[in-house]
């Protein structure tokens, strides 16, 4: 059985391409979600310091304006001290 598509017969492509196609997509979904767990858990490991620094900082800038930019800045400064 062929079918006609822009002037060119074809025939159907067998059950087992459709299938091997299927499983392909399945598993590059299941390596996406995974990824994004791994990055989802790494964000909710950090979010507690980074909250509280910017906390703390604008605590300090309500206090006085120049002393919450001061203190942002010290915190950039550990957090590049404690990357490298």
Known sequence: ?????????????????????????????????????RVARKVAVNLPGVAGAGLISFGAWLAWAPAGFIVAGLFLLLLDRRAS
């Open 1 to 37: 059985m062929s079918s006609f598509v822009y002037g060119f017969a074809t025939r159907p492509r067998p059950m087992v391409q459709r299938r091997r196609r299927g499983a392909a997509v399945v598993g590059a979904l299941a390596a996406a979600a995974g990824h994004v767990a």
